[in-house]
């Protein structure tokens, strides 16, 4: 296999191979998930360590889970109520986790590039679980799974990536990721919610959702990330669901076989309605839930492979 990444900071430095292998391992490990074959030992006698500084239940708990399964001792930080709201800086933490040995480090970080800074000051494999506005790997990664899944294949397929373009991280890697697999993206939205340049990342852009829907084969949905805004980026939530909020009408624009995916957590009747997002037929929403464990237990297989091979080559004098 390829994947010679000593961390998983970002999709932007992966090569398409690197990715089509992180995902054969991660569709291996959804179908042990699924027949009950979960447990493995592949990370016995290693240490990961979750250090969020921003609230997430379900990224965090999936990486909980993702590191049990494989066998590894997983130690959650509270880093809402730890040293950093005392002034510790972040390179007082590294030095900390540092001493303590650690061997995986899931961070999340309200700041862009938090993450990658911290993967320059530790001795061990660093996995983004999201920093600032500026990438969420994992998620990408999972998200390209489901599609893989669904649709037989992850390349010349047509994307629309739906909503709060410019807030979302996850928007981000999945702009490089799916172009990287030769898809056609296309990003749909208010401009008010797009990025500045946005023309630059290769991608169509569409202000009117219909036509940015028209014979689409995905249409992904993205949160509103409020928590981020500091202006008046929509007039209300009533009109952003009625000129932006994917229902039946909109998404009957796209392929008739067109699937349906949003990163959660949703706010029905904003983003998506709630049919649609319960549509079994179409919503691979739940998917894209179960994909994160085997996307992730994969992530932190090959980056386990990966530092063994370093340390083992220093044991033995071998200049890595």
């Given at each position: 296999?390829?994947?010679?990444?000593p961390?998983?900071?970002?999709?932007?430095?992966?090569?398409?191979?690197?990715i089509?292998?992180?995902?054969?391992?991660?569709?291996?490990?959804?179908?042990?998930?699924?027949?009950?074959?979960?447990?493995?030992?592949?990370?016995?006698?290693?240490t990961?360590?979750?250090?969020?500084?921003?609230?997430?239940t379900?990224?965090?708990?999936?990486?909980?889970?993702?590191?049990?399964?494989?066998?590894?001792?997983?130690m959650?930080?509270?880093?809402q109520?730890?040293?950093?709201?005392?002034?510790e800086?972040?390179?007082?933490?590294?030095?900390?986790?540092?001493?303590?040995?650690?061997?995986?480090l899931?961070?999340?970080?309200?700041?862009?590039?938090?993450v990658?800074l911290?993967?320059?000051?530790?001795?061990?494999?660093v996995?983004?679980?999201?920093d600032g506005?500026h990438?969420?790997?994992t998620?990408?990664?999972?998200?390209?799974?489901?599609?893989?899944?669904?649709?037989?294949?992850?390349?010349?397929?047509?994307?629309?990536?739906?909503?709060?373009v410019?807030?979302?991280?996850?928007?981000?890697?999945?702009?490089?990721?799916?172009g990287k697999?030769?898809?056609?993206?296309?990003?749909?939205?208010?401009?008010?919610?797009l990025?500045?340049?946005?023309?630059?990342?290769?991608v169509?852009?569409?202000?009117?959702m219909?036509?940015?829907?028209?014979?689409?084969?995905?249409?992904?949905?993205?949160?509103?990330?409020?928590?981020?805004?500091?202006?008046g980026?929509?007039?209300?939530?009533?009109?952003?669901?009625?000129?932006?909020?994917?229902d039946?009408?909109?998404?009957?624009?796209?392929?008739?076989?067109?699937?349906?995916?949003?990163?959660?957590?949703?706010?029905?009747g904003?983003?998506?309605?709630?049919?649609?997002?319960d549509?079994?037929?179409?919503?691979?929403?739940?998917e894209?839930v179960?994909m994160g464990?085997?996307?992730?237990?994969?992530?932190m297989?090959?980056?386990?492979?990966?530092?063994?091979?370093?340390?083992?080559?220093?044991?033995?004098g071998?200049?890595?």
């Open positions: 296999m390829t994947f010679r990444a961390h998983l900071l970002g999709i932007e430095h992966l090569h398409p191979t690197e089509t292998t992180l995902l054969d391992l991660a569709d291996k490990y959804a179908e042990d998930n699924r027949k009950g074959r979960a447990h493995r030992n592949v990370l016995e006698g290693l990961q360590i979750n250090m969020f500084f921003e609230n997430s379900r990224t965090q708990a999936s990486f909980e889970i993702a590191g049990k399964r494989l066998g590894a001792d997983v959650n930080m509270a880093m109520a730890s040293s950093i709201k005392k002034g800086t972040l390179i007082d933490t590294a030095l900390t986790l540092n001493a303590m040995h650690p061997d995986l899931v961070v999340r970080h309200p700041n862009s590039g938090a990658d911290l993967a320059q000051k530790v001795n061990c494999a996995l983004n679980a999201g506005r990438e969420h790997p998620q990408a990664l999972l998200d390209a799974l489901t599609i893989r899944r669904a649709k037989g294949r992850l390349h010349r397929l047509s994307i629309a990536i739906c909503g709060d410019a807030h979302s991280r996850v928007a981000r890697s999945n702009i490089m990721l799916l697999m030769e898809n056609r993206v296309r990003l749909v939205g208010p401009p008010t919610l990025p500045s340049g946005v023309e630059e990342f290769g169509e852009v569409f202000h009117d219909r036509e940015g829907l028209k014979d689409v084969d995905v249409v992904m949905m993205l949160r509103l990330q409020k928590e981020r805004m500091d202006g980026f929509i007039p209300s939530e009533r009109e952003y669901f009625h000129r932006y909020g994917l039946a009408e909109k998404l009957s624009y796209a392929k008739d076989d067109a699937i349906v995916m949003h990163p959660g957590p949703m706010n029905r904003v983003e998506i309605d709630g049919t649609i997002a549509d079994i037929n179409r919503s691979v929403i739940q894209q179960e464990v085997a996307v992730r237990m994969a992530a297989d090959l980056l386990a492979q990966n530092l063994r091979a370093k340390r083992g080559a220093k044991a033995a071998v200049m890595v």
